[in-house]
């Protein structure tokens, strides 16, 4: 049996979409972990353009199960209008296709207002997170004040639940010197949601435990990358779940021996969105290149990402702390045009050689990236669907990755079509 996470190795944005997708039409089950509707992930398929932000990209498949871990902090409202658009296009999502964790946390409105009021007055501290309040209904998770998917079922579990964590946030937004949150209509707008979304709600750790027994294959799929991990990313520019592929485990009731395949997504060079350090970023005319040439721009915020260099440090890292097995390299095409191509190998702290990212914001700001220059192909490598047929010089940086980033590069993308891809190993075959 053979079952699949997929994570993004660098700070999301590595093209996940495509492969998941590719993935998905070989698996059974498809399972979202962690992460919320701050994740955008777009699949083109058969010339429709699907925009998935907290559904599994199984969805738009038939004959798929697509599940939302207790990991996974959902934003009912959103929820519910991403399956009104998604049905618009003539998808099929019932409680047959779609299973969402009884115990998954709910991202509440007073949620998403902490996190909008956090940003605007943190000023230069700011996150620049993705104000869907995200990180609110995860802390609200920890401090175990959070609100589930199953409070919905009963009208006065659901009044204690938020009474007690409006309690606390309201004495936060005292502090704040904003209003308290006005809870008059909360409880109702949500029981009138509820079912709705209760329909879904089911025990998901045994709906798994029943398809391993029946040896169905399972794609996990991650959100976001290992950089914004809360543990291991560039803390505290982060997102507020792990993002690494244990979570995968965690965050939708299984053992982390039910994953026999990580397949880490790494873009041929790296952005960014929002704040934090980025060692590699190019604010020169390459940047712009990259960011006009990759269509750098966020499918959730529409936010312009930073652009710059690939960090094989930062790669080999979030390979080693997430064990990641091989990589599928995306958006190669994207580097064509370039007369060099530069990788980070390690970097310079206070005139040290280093060769990994340093725990302190203070370093990963300081740090200056030590790089190793390719000659570039300058000639298109769009549609190339055999390794072989790359020109030489990209066959010669690819495998130079490879070496140094110490793992299999599985698959190449070479545009955003689903089968322009240099397939070298199959994760659900290998
Ligand atoms: P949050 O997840 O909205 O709290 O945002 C925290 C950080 O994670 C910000 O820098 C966001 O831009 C980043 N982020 C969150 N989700 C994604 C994603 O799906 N792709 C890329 N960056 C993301």
């Known amino acids: 049996m ?7 190795s660098q700070w999301g944005d590595e093209g996940k979409g495509k492969i998941v997708d590719w ?8 399972i979202r972990f962690q992460g919320g509707h701050n994740a955008g992930h777009t699949l083109v398929i058969d010339g429709t353009t699907y925009k998935l932000r907290l559904l599994p990209s199984g969805i738009v498949r038939k004959n798929k199960i697509s599940i939302i871990g207790n990991g996974v902090v959902i934003d009912p409202w959103a929820l519910l209008e991403e399956i009104k658009e ?12 779609l299973i969402i964790s009884e115990t998954a946390n709910l991202i509440l409105p007073f949620h998403k207002e902490m996190d909008e009021m956090r940003e605007d007055l943190a000023k230069k501290e700011k996150i620049g997170t993705t104000r869907r309040g995200i990180g609110p209904a995860y802390e609200d998770k920890v401090g175990r004040r959070g609100i589930r998917l199953m409070d919905l079922a009963s009208e006065k579990n659901l009044e204690n639940r ?14 704040m010197g904003k209003q308290i949150f006005q809870n008059d209509n909360l409880k109702k707008d949500l029981l009138k949601v509820a079912p709705e979304i209760l329909k879904y709600a089911q025990p998901v750790w045994k709906i798994i435990d029943e398809y391993r027994s029946k040896e169905k294959k399972i794609l996990f799929e991650g959100a976001q990358g290992v ?13 507020s779940s792990n993002t690494v592929a244990s979570s995968a485990a965690t965050g939708s009731g299984c053992g982390p021996n039910s994953i026999n395949y990580i397949l880490g997504i790494t873009k041929a060079y790296t952005t960014r969105v929002g704040e934090g350090p980025f060692p590699t ?21 529409s936010r312009k990402r930073r652009c710059g260099w690939l960090d094989g440090v930062l790669v080999r ?13 995306t958006k190669l095409d994207v580097l064509d045009e370039l007369d060099n191509i530069k990788m980070c190998i390690a970097y310079d702290l206070n005139g040290n050689k280093i060769d990994y990212l340093p725990s302190t914001l203070e370093d990963q700001l300081k740090i200056k990236p030590i790089y190793k220059t390719f000659e570039g192909w300058k000639t298109s490598t769009q549609g190339i669907k055999d390794f072989k047929n790359l020109p030489i010089n990209a066959q010669k940086y690819l495998k130079e990755v490879e070496k140094f980033i110490g793992v299999k590069i599985s698959s190449i993308s070479t545009s955003p079509e689903r089968n322009d891809t240099i397939l070298i190993e199959d994760p659900f075959n290998f």
Do not use: C, M, W
């Open 317 to 329: 890292q979030s390979i080693r702390i997430s064990g990641i097995n091989g990589i599928a390299l």
């Open 281 to 301: 970023e190019l604010k020169d005319q390459i940047g712009e290149h990259l960011g006009n040439i990759g269509k750098e721009f966020g499918t959730v915020t």
């Open 23 to 30: 993935l998905s039409n070989k698996a059974d089950i498809i």
């Open 162 to 175: 938020l009474a007690n964590a409006l309690s606390h946030h309201n004495l936060i937004r005292k502090g």
């Open 86 to 97: 998604i049905k618009s296009k003539g998808v099929e999502v019932t409680p047959k296709n």
């Open 227 to 239: 950089l914004l991990d809360v543990d291991h990313g560039t803390y505290p520019y982060v997102t």
């Open 2 to 8: 053979k079952n699949v996470a997929v994570i993004g």
